[in-house]
């Protein structure tokens, strides 16, 4: 009883001389800021309420702190400095200064972390998608540090204009490309509405022909069709409207006496088989 008592007495006291303490701490917008004291981690709701960056804060109740004032750089370095780095690359902001970001190395981050993510980074002040971080692990959340100066600022450029031109992953090739950036690339891809669609369909058209035994060369986009350019398995090459709903041909390129769209893709290359021999 004489331990517990002075356990509660213990926390008691740490709890007062935490109302009379500032404290540093670091705060997403909406969300809350931590701070420990004697062993314990004590969570408050900042004030004001959409506070984000760094700050130093007074406790003002059991459940509030308020913003006293931001944190300086040198501050924010002291405090980052006994957690350890990782090297990430940026691929979409989150919402506001959060990013979503992939490590540079998979080995290191298993390694240390001992499991490869994709990893929120939360006040992100500076940095550009596919640009390379410098961040902090606290154990709970990533941190940003910096833009890693080291790092080679041609491969942000290279993949930024790749993304920009809706190049598709499987066509990413660069100087200095790692398994890591096609991943990156892959998660940045995702957040822009239809860019996966023309591989989507590609894929479609592709297995149409092959299951009728013919091969796509190339495909363009007329709206409710495709007009497909493909070839018979003898080489020989053909032209045909096909709509995208259920694949039926809207115009097979020859004379079906008025029966084109009794065919699908698929049963197209039969005909067109029967047609040469």
């Known amino acids: 009883m004489t331990d517990i008592r002075k356990l509660l007495n213990q926390i008691a006291s740490a709890e007062a001389q935490l109302q009379s303490t500032q404290f540093l701490a670091s705060c997403v917008k909406g969300g809350r800021v931590r701070t420990r004291a004697a062993g314990m981690v004590y969570t408050f709701t900042p004030k004001p309420r959409q506070f984000e960056g760094w700050g130093i804060f007074q406790p003002t109740g059991q459940q ?40 540079v190395s998979e080995a290191d981050m298993r390694q240390r972390f001992k499991t490869v993510k994709p990893v929120a980074v939360h006040l992100v002040t500076e940095g550009v998608a596919f640009e390379q971080i410098l961040a902090r692990w606290n154990g709970n959340s990533c941190w940003f540090e910096e833009v890693d100066r080291r790092a080679d600022p041609t491969i942000a450029e290279t993949l ?116 040469e021999w």
Not at 73 to 96: C, D, E, G
Not at 205 to 220: I, M, N, V, Y
């Open 64 to 103: 509030t702190a308020t913003l006293m004032e931001g944190a300086d750089l040198p501050q924010v370095a002291a405090y980052l400095q006994q957690f350890p780095t990782i090297r990430l690359r940026l691929a979409y902001r989150l919402q506001h200064q959060s990013w979503l970001a992939y490590p």
């Open 160 to 275: 930024q204009s790749n993304l920009k031109q809706l190049a598709p992953m499987e066509e990413l090739q660069f100087k200095g490309m790692t398994p890591e950036m096609r991943t990156l690339y892959e998660l940045a891809t995702q957040q822009i509405e239809g860019f996966a669609q023309p591989q989507r369909d590609e894929k479609r058209l592709q297995q149409a022909l092959k299951l009728g035994g013919g091969e796509l060369h190339q495909f363009q986009d007329r709206g409710d069709y495709w007009t497909v350019d493909w070839a018979t398995l003898d080489g020989v090459r053909h032209t045909s409207a096909i709509a995208k709903e259920d694949l039926t041909v809207v115009s097979s390129g020859i004379c079906l006496s008025g029966r084109d769209r009794d065919f699908d893709l698929q049963s197209l290359v039969g005909v067109m088989e029967h047609r």
